[in-house]
């Protein structure tokens, strides 16, 4: 079913997932008000092309730029556009993907724009950065899909924040998303059990209120179904020996360092 990775593999997994996470660092200087998204967009494209590799949304399934901006309550897969600017006290989720070599590299967080974020916004941007903390936490070879989940949707609804379901991480490798799906709720013990080699993603969306999403009419834009704010972080990762390489992290990663703080046993891919 999964498909499992080589050593080879992974190799070229650390490239693709330091980019993508490089991308993502460099991206975070401009986001601030009055930038629009079409400008974050075009930024990350440069970036990523610059350094020989692709942005792999643009044409997936035909969307139709380079990058996912999502803010305050979309939910994930908002398009950017040049009327679309940021404000002061937006949140917003950008999430870069790359294809280097073949191989892909997926990673996302929710930043702040400005300094004076309302309390509704930091609450579930707070929760989605500890909920993928806890859940790289418990990844090791052996755990199942349900005990990711489950510490996602326990940490959430602990924080009265809900989690969505409509779209989960996946597998990764030369395919953007391949098998298995990783649910961000669950219970624990249950659900496919996950092995050494194996390369996945974690990319919880919590919402500060109603669970469910809606399309909106460009069939890719999801937001909440009663405007309260939602957050996303996401990580590549592979299981590894005992623990985990977190590929999409860079040294100073705050969730890595959070997730090895909660007893996760993380190898940095930039140390191998
Ligand atoms: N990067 C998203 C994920 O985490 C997928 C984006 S698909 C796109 O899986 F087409 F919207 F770009
Ligand atoms: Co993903
Ligand atoms: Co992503």
């Known amino acids: 079913m999964a498909k499992l990775k080589s050593s080879d593999d992974i190799q070229m997994m650390r490239a693709a997932g330091r980019l993508a996470a490089e991308t993502l660092r460099h991206i975070g200087q401009f986001v601030k008000p009055g930038v629009s998204t079409e400008e974050i967009n075009t930024i990350v494209h440069n970036y990523i092309v610059e350094r020989g590799a692709y942005p792999s949304p643009l044409n997936y399934k035909g969307f139709p730029k380079s990058v996912c901006t999502s803010i305050n309550d979309v939910i994930c897969h908002g398009i950017p556009h040049p009327?679309?600017?940021?404000?002061?006290?937006?949140?917003?989720?950008?999430?870069?993907?790359?294809?280097?070599?073949?191989?892909?590299?997926?990673?996302?967080?929710?930043?702040?724009?400005?300094?004076?974020?309302?309390?509704?916004?930091?609450?579930?941007?707070e929760?989605?950065?500890?909920?993928?903390?806890?859940?790289l936490a418990v990844c090791?070879?052996?755990?199942?899909?349900?005990?990711?989940?489950?510490?996602?949707?326990?940490?959430?609804?602990?924080?009265?924040?809900?989690?969505?379901?409509?779209?989960?991480?996946?597998?990764?490798?030369?395919?953007?998303?391949?098998?298995?799906?990783?649910?961000?709720?669950?219970?624990?013990?249950?659900?496919?059990?996950?092995?050494?080699?194996?390369?996945?993603?974690?990319?919880?969306?919590?919402?500060?209120g109603d669970w469910r999403s809606k399309m909106l009419k460009d069939g890719w834009t999801a937001v909440t179904p009663d405007g309260k704010p939602s957050a996303q972080f996401e990580h590549t990762i592979a299981l590894v020996g005992e623990g985990i390489e977190i590929l999409t992290a860079l040294p100073d990663d705050p969730i890595a360092l959070r997730a090895r703080a909660l007893g996760a046993k993380v190898v940095w891919p930039q140390l191998v």
């Not at 790359?98 to 930091?122: C, E, H, K, M």
């Not at 070879?141 to 609804?157: K, L, P, S």
């Not at 624990?188 to 919590?206: A, N, S």
């Open 127 to 135: 929760t989605a950065e500890e909920s993928l903390a806890r859940a």
């Open 140 to 208: 090791e070879h052996g755990v199942r899909i349900g005990d990711i989940g489950h510490a996602i949707q326990n940490y959430a609804e602990s924080k009265g924040c809900s989690v969505v379901r409509d779209f989960v991480g996946h597998g990764i490798g030369k395919v953007f998303h391949e098998e298995p799906a990783i649910t961000h709720y669950g219970r624990p013990g249950t659900g496919m059990k996950l092995v050494r080699g194996m390369c996945f993603t974690i990319e919880p969306m919590i919402n500060g």
């Open 83 to 125: 009327e679309v600017k940021l404000n002061e006290g937006d949140i917003i989720n950008i999430d870069v993907t790359v294809t280097l070599n073949g191989y892909f590299g997926d990673t996302s967080r929710t930043f702040y724009v400005g300094n004076s974020i309302p309390a509704d916004r930091q609450l579930v941007t």
